[in-house]
């Protein structure tokens, strides 16, 4: 399947945009091959409006969001999820503009109970981007109501990227607010114990069964059609699973030789990422009974089929 990726997107840095009628968007200045144009900070409502992702903590765009914000009341903080380019900036904006900061849990909350345990063993590396301190004032549980004023939105646990991770459907929009664990730019990096690719694929499934065709991301231009994306991504995970398990068909090896064998045509400068995806996929086929380590499962173990 060609994957349906929009690459064309030159956001104005600190600028507001108008996405449409109740929602605009600024960009923060953080652009990187992990991050594309930068973390596009949403503003949700008139008059009263609600700010989704605040951002990294980078007075550029702490300055930018106070003027796009300037005569308004920010009733609600919402982060999707605590990376650092997304929640840092989210306990300064609310102490300026006196609002709660609503979120899932800390960064470990939701994790699954096999990641726990790898976690707890050590020798999976990993901890890329944590925003550690993030505490949210309310926390939200799966199918929590938001509601300000003219819009509401359900909270969707959506647990792949970040354990804690939320999507926001905008309730008589058909659309939804996707952090990081759909966008239009590229596949979203799942790097365990915090990234969970057994959570991941059940939580685009999750996202499959609802109504919502339009979905704006953290990163990168809103996407249409999205329920394409999501199919995508599915078929895309199926496939490096094929692929890796071909890999381990002449006999055992490791996930750095792997990754350089199943990922030879990207930059090499994103291997280190692409070698947290082959973990992610390895940890869910050993789980499943399909693959399993040489001693313990380690980042740098050999893994052998079952």
Same mark, same amino acid.
């Given at each position: ?8 997107? %030159?956001? &104005?840095i600190?600028?507001? &945009? ?14 990187? @091959? ?9 503003i *949700? ?6 700010? =989704?992702?605040?951002?990294?903590? !980078? @007075? ?14 920010? #009733? ?5 999820? %605590?990376?650092v ?13 006196? /609002? ?6 800390? %960064?470990?909350?939701?994790?699954? +109970? ?8 050590g ?10 301190d ?6 939200? &549980? ?7 004023n003219?819009? #509401?939105?359900? +909270? ?15 309730l ?5 607010? %996707? ?6 730019? /590229? ?25 919502e065709?339009? $979905? $704006?991301?953290?990163?990168? /231009? @809103?996407l ?5 994306m999501?199919? $995508?991504? *599915? ?8 692929q890796?398990?071909? &890999?381990?068909?002449?006999? @055992?090896?490791?996930?750095?030789? =792997?990754?350089?064998?199943i $990922? #030879? !045509? ?25 693959v ?7 980042? !740098? ?6």
């Open positions: 399947m060609k994957p349906p990726f929009n690459l064309i997107h %030159s956001p &104005e600190g600028v507001v &945009e108008h996405v449409t009628d109740g929602l605009r968007v600024v960009t923060a200045g953080n652009a990187s @091959p992990m991050t594309f144009t930068g973390t596009r900070t949403h *949700l409502g008139e008059g009263d409006v609600a700010v =989704i992702d605040p951002g990294p903590d !980078d @007075p550029s765009h702490f300055a930018a969001l106070c003027t796009a914000l300037n005569g308004q009341r920010v #009733s609600h903080v919402i982060v999707t999820h %605590s990376h380019d997304h929640s840092p900036l989210a306990k300064r904006l609310a102490q300026k503009f006196d /609002a709660p900061v609503l979120g899932f849990g800390p %960064s470990h909350a939701g994790r699954s +109970a096999v990641m726990d345990t790898l976690a707890r063993q020798g999976l590396g990993g901890g890329e981007g944590i925003d550690a993030f505490a949210p004032d309310v926390l939200l &549980e799966h199918g929590a109501i938001i509601e300000g003219g819009w #509401s939105l359900e +909270a969707i646990h959506t647990p792949g990227h970040l354990s804690n991770h939320l999507c926001f459907a905008w008589g929009n058909d659309a939804l607010f %996707s952090g990081d664990h759909v966008m239009g730019w /590229a596949t979203t990096l799942v790097s365990p114990p915090d990234g969970d690719l057994t959570q991941f694929m059940e939580s685009l499934r999750k996202l499959q069964n609802r109504p065709h339009t $979905y $704006y991301p953290g990163h990168g /231009a @809103p249409l059609e999205a329920h394409n999501l199919d $995508y991504l *599915l078929a895309h995970r199926l496939g490096r699973e094929d890796i398990l071909a &890999e381990l068909v002449s006999g @055992p090896t490791d996930i750095q030789n =792997i990754t350089t064998k $990922y #030879s !045509d990207i930059d090499q400068r994103l291997l280190p990422m692409a070698s947290r995806n082959v973990l992610a996929h390895i940890i869910d086929l050993v789980e499943r009974g399909r399993q380590p040489l001693g313990a499962l380690r980042v !740098d173990s050999q893994f052998q089929l079952v």
